[in-house]
């Protein structure tokens, strides 16, 4: 039947309507506002169901009385509550309000339920689930679907987090999870990375948090994971797992000097010279990889070297002991150097159009002059066409067409035949 | 972050005078008329509410969303128009 939280201010007003005439109430007139129907409706619908918690099961009896020890009363008889009254009981849960009028008196008791459900569960279950409930409560409150599903599933995320823990409850319990959660964190390192690029904003402070706890166990959590991508990702015959194995086997023969890429393309040259050409060439590069980025992860790396090393130990005798077989080029891998250029590349569509243009950059130069020499002929033709301003034409052919002068004898011809023509018109 | 409507630019603008409840941003010919049937005629009587709740957007547009019907985004919106009317004119 009826929860022991009623909220008739959320219900529409045919449905107040309804339930005053179900309880023999008179009705206001139509054009009243809500605000008078829910007044009615808890008025004399909430003192009945004050009757019936009496005689409520037992169980929800005790519920109610566990939970909501020192609010009962209040919850109870809310709709009773003066303005004076529910001002302070706001002002006890540290929600300073505004006037308690006729429209504003049913978002304080809303307002005023729900800090007194989200206080009483908070008794029950401890600090941090009221944390949890309060979280919750703000995505409800705020947006209604938008971050509804993320907020459940922060708050099963959470929940689990923190079912593990069961210790760390202070209100410093940021920390303290950063250290029970490593062993998780390592199994689900790449997992957990994608959702929180989708978070919207509102969840980023919760995100944030939540890569704090990654920060620590990042580097750790990279070697393993990249070890064990590394490992499925390659079928050949030598397993990836070399790679970091023999990088890091490079990198702490070498590690106590500080590494440069100059020092690194200095090897490759030298190595060039040495042997044949492709194999290491991609070798080398993948090595160069490895070397340039297994350097970031030196610290942490002792413990998961010699873990691969025992496990991969056909590994081939090499000057700098790394060895490395042809892999795939990273995704988005910016800088890295050219040699991974392979002969098969795909062609983009932007090559093609490129390839396209460049077909025709050589045209171009043709199709100018032939526009030059269209030019000019149409140019010629329009002097040799043109029949009424002789003058600026005729001094215009004077100077370059000097050596032409049948074209002159025909202008001059032309000009004495029209002259008295023109003259003779005018 | 979030870009504002001609609606509010126009609203913010000015001072509302005896502007009607849909200048609101984010109130249209709907939820306009669900307001005026509850005695919000004008924008002033909706800013009158809004003041009541001691410009608190959250309680706003709590408020608005049952008196009305809107959704959280149109709530917002209105709020945060007549908390920038507040801000330049009050």
Redesign the interface.
């Known amino acids: 039947m009826s929860l022991f939280m009623e909220d008739p201010a959320h219900f529409s007003k045919s449905r107040l309507k309804s339930d005053l005439v179900a309880h023999n109430v008179v009705l206001p007139p139509t054009k009243s506002r809500k605000e008078i129907y829910v007044d009615l409706h808890l008025k004399h619908i909430a003192q009945k169901n004050a009757g019936d918690f009496s005689s409520d099961d037992e169980d929800q009896e005790q519920d109610l009385a566990d939970k909501e020890e020192e609010e009962d009363a209040e919850i109870l008889v809310q709709s009773c509550l003066t303005d004076d009254d529910l001002k302070a009981a706001l002002l006890k849960h540290g929600v300073k309000a505004g006037p308690i009028v006729a429209s504003t008196r049913a978002l304080y008791e809303n307002k005023l339920r729900r800090l007194q459900q989200s206080e009483g569960q908070g008794h029950v279950n401890g600090v941090e689930k009221g944390v949890l409930y309060s979280d919750s409560e703000e995505e409800e409150e705020q947006e209604d679907g938008e971050s509804g599903s993320e907020g459940a599933n922060e708050e099963t995320a959470e929940q689990s987090n923190q079912a593990q823990q069961g210790s760390s409850q202070n209100g410093d319990f940021v920390y303290p999870q950063c250290f029970l959660l490593s062993s998780r964190m390592r199994a689900h390192a790449t997992r957990k990375r994608e959702p929180i690029p989708k978070r919207n904003s509102r969840n980023v402070i919760k995100s944030s948090q939540q890569s704090r706890h990654h920060c620590s166990q990042i580097p750790v959590g990279i070697t393993k994971a990249s070890s064990v991508d590394q490992r499925s990702g390659l079928g050949s015959g030598f397993p990836s797992g070399t790679h970091s194995a023999v990088s890091n086997g490079g990198s702490s023969i070498s590690s106590q000097q500080s590494f440069s890429i100059t020092e690194m393309v200095q090897e490759v040259e030298r190595r060039k010279s040495l042997s044949s050409r492709p194999n290491t060439e991609r070798e080398l590069n993948g090595s160069n990889v490895q070397e340039h980025w297994s350097r970031s992860n030196r610290p942490s790396q002792e413990p998961v070297k010699d873990t691969i090393k025992e496990m991969f130990l056909n590994m081939e005798a090499s000057p700098t002991g790394i060895c490395a077989t042809r892999r795939r080029p990273i995704k988005g891998a910016a800088g890295r150097p050219v040699q991974y250029i392979y002969p098969d590349t795909p062609t983009s569509p932007t090559t093609l159009e490129r390839r396209e243009v460049e077909r025709r950059l050589v045209p171009i130069h043709i199709q100018i002059l032939v526009f030059f020499i269209v030019a000019c002929l149409l140019y010629m033709i329009y002097v040799c066409v043109e029949e009424n301003s002789f003058n600026p034409f005729v001094a215009l052919l004077d100077s370059p067409d000097q050596g032409s002068e049948s074209e002159e004898g025909l202008m001059l011809q032309a000009k004495t035949q029209d002259t008295p023509v023109i003259s003779g018109q005018e | ?1 979030s870009t504002t409507s001609q609606k509010h630019r126009d609203f913010v603008g000015e001072p509302m005078g005896d502007k009607s409840v849909t200048s609101l941003s984010g109130i249209g010919e709907i939820l306009g008329k669900k307001l005026e ?3 919000f005629d004008k924008a002033y009587v909706v800013l009158g ?1 809004f003041l ?3 410009k ?1 957007s ?2 706003f547009s ?2 608005l969303k ?2 009305s019907g809107a ?2 985004r149109q709530a917002g919106s209105c709020s945060q128009c007549l908390r920038e009317w507040c801000d330049a004119f009050l």
């Open positions: 972050m049937q509850q005695g509410q009541l709740l001691k608190d959250e309680m709590e408020w049952d008196a959704n959280s």
